[in-house]
């Protein structure tokens, strides 16, 4: 607040040259809102709006901080009387440097994901444009068939819309005797156990 008040002048100068030093630096990690709303799903709208306004909630704070360093005058200190104190502070101040944070890692981790994610995306169109077209040769099979409706049992038989295998018989690709209840194999094992009079 003293500083404001003693040089107002200089506080608005670095007010303004902070505004287009910060939309600088900050506008080239920005998001393009526009184009990932493009890609939301409805249900997620609200989740979306939401986490876009903390963005741009922190952006303005981040704005609202000057760009760089505010002057001190630190002539007006020159009653202090420990020897060399305000020297020090001057020194120590204009040597003051902060650096921009970093991503600490994360934006490479960010882009592996999303080469790994862009993989992925294009595997499962793949074989959904196999699918496709798989689905397409049934479904032209099914168009080309004459109506069910107007088939007799062996027309739909050569269709395939009627199964070969006869029902009621327990194991109906090993051949075998009525009542079906054993196959050949069995019954050929079990007549060699029977005495020679009940053959």
């Known amino acids: 607040q003293w500083y404001q008040r003693r040089v107002h002048g200089d506080s608005v100068w670095h007010r ?39 963005v741009e909630g922190h952006m303005r ?32 101040y204009a040597a003051l440097n902060i650096p921009y944070p970093s991503d600490q890692g994360s934006l490479a981790a960010i882009d592996a994901q999303a080469v790994e994610q862009k993989a992925a995306a294009a ?6 444009a196999a699918r496709i077209a798989g689905l397409k040769e049934e479904l032209a099979k099914w168009e080309a068939m004459q109506p069910v409706e107007e088939m007799n049992r062996e027309e739909a ?32 094992a079990r007549l060699k156990t029977l005495p020679a009079d009940d053959h």
Request: charge should be neutral.
């Open 61 to 92: 704070v981040v704005n609202s901080l000057p760009a760089a360093l505010p002057a001190i005058d630190f002539a007006a200190y020159s009653k202090v009387s420990v020897p060399g104190m305000v020297d020090t502070f001057q020194a120590k």
């Open 157 to 188: 038989l050569d269709a395939g819309l009627i199964g070969t295998t006869i029902s009621g018989i327990v194991h109906p690709d090993v051949p075998s005797f009525w009542p079906h209840t054993e196959t050949w194999d069995e019954y050929v």
């Open 16 to 54: 303004r040259a902070r505004n287009s030093t910060m939309a600088a630096r900050i506008s080239a990690s920005a998001v393009d809102f526009a184009a990932v709303a493009a890609k939301i799903p409805a249900q997620q709208k609200n989740a979306f709006a939401a986490l876009k306004g903390k």
């Open 123 to 128: 595997a499962f169109c793949a074989a959904s």
